[in-house]
């Protein structure tokens, strides 16, 4: 190999402490060492590292490289990779690499290469850094701004063809634990911040603190325009390990769920909200009003609404207790429209008195005789009916009686009462009915030829279906065998039972 093929081959210098030891290099390699006379520089020849001649210090010239604590300058030396062989210390190194690549290839400006040979000891721990970067400005008393930056990068691509441009790229695998960066940033700090390319002053930055606490926080230092969207190609999984996840506005939690519960809060008041539970197997969904009972729930869809029980049961409660419809459009549950159906019976005739005697409906013809004048000649209501008897007015469904009412005029101006009596037949079994009265017997001191009203009213008075009621009049003035009359229409009124 001639010289100058050696010179060509030059690409790779390596630098030694003291000479270069021949089992390393290639053919035409270059080296620099630096022993106590200095730097000297070799080339890889017959096998052999062949030292060529000391290089010059131009310590005054101010130009070069600091190499140790002096400045030097490698005179007429051309490379396309330094590679160090031992650390090297210096004051400030400078690269600056012009490549003419125009095929495939990559080029490095500065290459390190960290290679770790021996085994690590046993109980002992080797940490391998490929670059160790201090930056340290607190020990003057500064005055003005200070900036530290402990590594400044600034990577331009081209706009020409198709081209990608990465400030940094990170591959970290083989250990048990791997970690792309770790930083370690007083808390407080923010551990990124990443600003935008049109207005430094609109940024977004994360911090981590005490208890691992990490704050995500975007600025738009002009308006409130800094949103924050999260577009992900799959699902998105909150998961919190004490069950609470809350969504504020402004600092206010407007959304709070966890384990068991979401609430949505009023935006201004914050003590009223709606909320919906789930605790055991059932589900609640409950409004709060702090001040008052305003905490309405409306549900407007555009469209139906279904309410699908599993159990068939959709149960209405006022406060927890029974629920009573007060409007037209009031939902009207089942014990609702059973519990009001009402029973109104109605007739009219002409009803007997004379003496003090009880008379009652026609015995034969029943109600609908034109003349009540039928009377067992006794001023004692009724304990009995006889079997023989129409039953007068037969109740169609099992119901309450709530209330009572006569109204019509008395051909003479008399003391008059009035009673309801009812019983239960023993249908198919003779056998009297026995009575008891509804309620309580009504009195009037009639005015003749004007009408006039006997009534109860807020009663409660349980019967079956087939049960009979015998209305009873008489007077109790006046106990001659003249007859008197009452010309009338009643009506009873009852609630049906569910």
């Not at 020409?160 to 970690?179: E, F, I, L």
Request: glycine share 10%.
């Amino acid at each position: 190999m001639s010289n100058r093929e050696a010179v060509y081959r030059a690409r790779k210098p390596y630098f030694f402490q003291g000479p270069p030891p021949n089992s390393s290099g290639q053919e035409g390699d270059f080296a620099i060492s630096k022993d106590i006379k200095g730097l000297s520089l070799y080339v890889k020849y017959l096998k052999k590292w062949q030292r060529v001649s000391g290089l010059e210090s131009q310590t005054q010239k101010g130009q070069g490289k600091y190499i140790g604590a002096e400045k030097k300058t490698f005179k007429s030396l051309e490379t396309d990779e330094v590679v160090s062989k031992k650390n090297i210390k210096a004051r400030n190194i400078v690269s600056s690499y012009n490549h003419r690549e125009t095929k495939n290839s990559t080029t490095r400006g500065v290459d390190v290469d960290v290679t770790q040979l021996n085994a690590t000891a046993s109980g002992q721990e080797v940490n391998s850094i490929g670059i160790d970067v201090d930056v340290d400005t607190s020990t003057p008393t500064n005055i003005g701004m200070t900036t530290t930056t402990g590594l400044d990068v600034y990577a331009k691509g081209s706009a020409a063809g198709g081209s990608n441009a990465y400030g940094m790229t990170v591959k970290v695998d083989g250990a048990d634990t791997n970690t792309g960066i770790y930083m370690n940033i007083d808390d407080g700090g923010r551990d990124i911040r990443m600003v935008s390319s049109a207005d430094t002053g609109d940024y977004c930055t994360i911090a981590t603190g005490a208890n691992g606490a990490t704050t995500i926080a975007t600025i738009d230092d002009d308006a409130a325009a800094a949103n924050f969207t999260l577009d992900i190609d799959g699902d998105i999984i909150l998961d919190s390990d004490n069950g609470s996840v809350d969504i504020k506005d402004g600092g206010s939690t407007r959304y709070s769920f966890d384990t068991d519960r979401f609430r949505m809060l009023n935006s201004t008041l914050f003590g009223n909200y709606i909320e919906i539970t789930s605790q055991g197997p059932g589900k609640t969904i409950a409004t709060n009003d702090v001040a008052a009972a305003a905490a309405h729930l409306t549900i407007d869809t555009d469209g139906d609404i279904t309410l699908d029980a599993a159990t068939g049961n959709i149960i209405c409660l006022s406060d927890g207790s029974t629920y009573t419809p007060t409007a037209s459009n009031h939902v009207a549950d089942k014990g609702y429209v059973d519990g009001t159906r009402k029973w109104h019976f109605n007739t009219g005739s002409r009803w007997y008195t004379r003496y003090d005697n009880w008379y009652f409906p026609s015995v034969a013809y029943g109600i609908n005789s034109v003349n009540w004048n039928s009377s067992l000649s006794s001023a004692i209501l009724p304990i009995a009916w006889n079997d023989a008897y129409n039953p007068c007015i037969v109740v169609p469904e099992d119901c309450k009686i709530n209330s009572y009412h006569f109204y019509g005029n008395f051909t003479s101006s008399q003391t008059y009462q009035v009673a309801l009596m009812k019983g239960s037949p023993s249908y198919g079994s003779a056998g009297n009915t026995t009575l008891s009265q509804i309620g309580a017997t009504q009195e009037l001191a009639a005015t003749a030829s004007i009408y006039n009203k006997l009534e109860q009213t807020g009663l409660s008075v349980s019967l079956s279906a087939g049960d009979i009621i015998i209305p009873c009049l008489r007077r109790t003035t006046t106990d001659t065998s003249t007859y008197y009359y009452f010309e009338f229409a009643m009506n009873i009124v009852g609630t049906l039972s569910p």
